[in-house]
């Protein structure tokens, strides 16, 4: 089903020949948003294991991907659809759920597309404050530099034994390639290269405050994995398990005082990666 804003009219019919046989069928699942194209084209997102679907004026179906593909969970949804800032494509914003060591848990996702359905990029968004942290990104507006912010909520299970507060409002802006940190696109390569680049770290703002982005690239690890944050003594302040690379991971400092610090990413076993940063008053 997807609704015609402009008409005012609703579409009950999924198109039954055409569209990919595991989309979801049930009214429930399949209810989204739409975003008018030139030419009274379409593009329709289901907000239950969304896809991204053309329509052309007559309706039918161009071209279909599913939007967060690299794992399928009933509740991955999204939340807003909006043309690039570049001029080129659109950028979807939403929630996917990935697997973690021994759970599952929300992250934030953008995701850039071509205008012939080829996704361009993808970004992922931890808030890190706890082990059990979810994301959510509800809405997203372009930014006269170029860039984008959205707002959203970062929300932890209940606490049933000190009841602290659980859910907080959650506001990001990024720059035109949906990074948080600076330079995560990486360089643009002519060609495949031979072998994957190792890990690698990038933090932002540097000096930090209250606030530290941590930009993870590499390949993804075979066993566990997890970040250190570890004090000019060598002493670890904070532990928090990585569940994928390719992402950011946002961290709260804390009364921590003003010096020198490191990341570390540890990887099957073995220390992967450093990166220092300043703690500023």
């Known amino acids: 089903m997807f609704q015609d804003s402009w008409a005012k009219r609703e579409y009950f019919a999924l198109m039954k020949a055409?569209?990919?046989?595991?989309?979801?069928?049930?009214?429930?699942?399949?209810?989204?948003?739409?975003y008018q194209l030139p030419e009274d084209q379409l593009i329709a997102f289901p907000a239950s294991e969304p896809w991204i679907m053309k329509l052309g004026a007559d309706h039918q179906r161009a071209w279909a991907f599913p939007l967060f593909d690299e794992y399928r969970h009933p509740f991955n949804q999204t939340s807003k659809i909006i043309p690039a800032t570049d001029g080129g494509g659109y950028i979807a914003a939403g929630v996917g759920y990935l697997p973690y060591p021994g759970q599952s848990g929300a992250i934030g996702l953008l995701r850039k597309f071509n205008d012939e359905g080829e996704?361009?990029?993808?970004?992922?968004?931890?808030?890190?404050?706890?082990?059990?942290?979810?994301?959510?990104?509800?809405?997203?507006?372009?930014?006269?530099?170029?860039?984008?912010?959205?707002?959203?909520?970062?929300?932890?299970?209940?606490?049933?034994?000190?009841?602290?507060?659980?859910?907080?409002?959650?506001?990001?802006k990024t720059d035109q390639y949906g990074c948080l940190v600076p330079g995560c696109q990486g360089p643009v390569a002519a060609e495949e290269p031979d072998h994957p680049a190792p890990p690698g770290l990038l933090v932002y703002p540097n000096p930090a405050t209250d606030m530290l982005a941590v930009y993870l690239s590499g390949p993804k690890p075979a066993g566990e994995a997890f970040f250190r944050l570890i004090d000019p003594l060598g002493r670890v302040l904070q532990e928090a398990p990585v569940a994928e690379t390719d992402a950011t991971y946002i961290f709260?400092?804390?009364?921590?005082?003003?010096?020198?610090?490191?990341?570390?990413?540890?990887?099957?076993?073995?220390?992967?990666?450093?990166?220092?940063?300043i703690k500023a008053d």
């Open 18 to 34: 055409g569209f990919p046989s595991d989309l979801p069928m049930t009214g429930s699942s399949v209810d989204g948003n739409t």
């Open 252 to 277: 709260t400092l804390g009364a921590w005082p003003p010096g020198r610090y490191a990341v570390q990413y540890w990887a099957d076993g073995r220390l992967a990666a450093v990166k220092a940063w």
């Open 119 to 172: 996704p361009l990029w993808s970004r992922r968004l931890f808030y890190v404050d706890t082990v059990l942290h979810q994301q959510y990104i509800y809405d997203i507006k372009p930014c006269p530099d170029g860039g984008y912010i959205m707002c959203g909520q970062v929300r932890q299970p209940v606490d049933t034994v000190n009841y602290t507060p659980t859910q907080q409002g959650w506001l990001l």
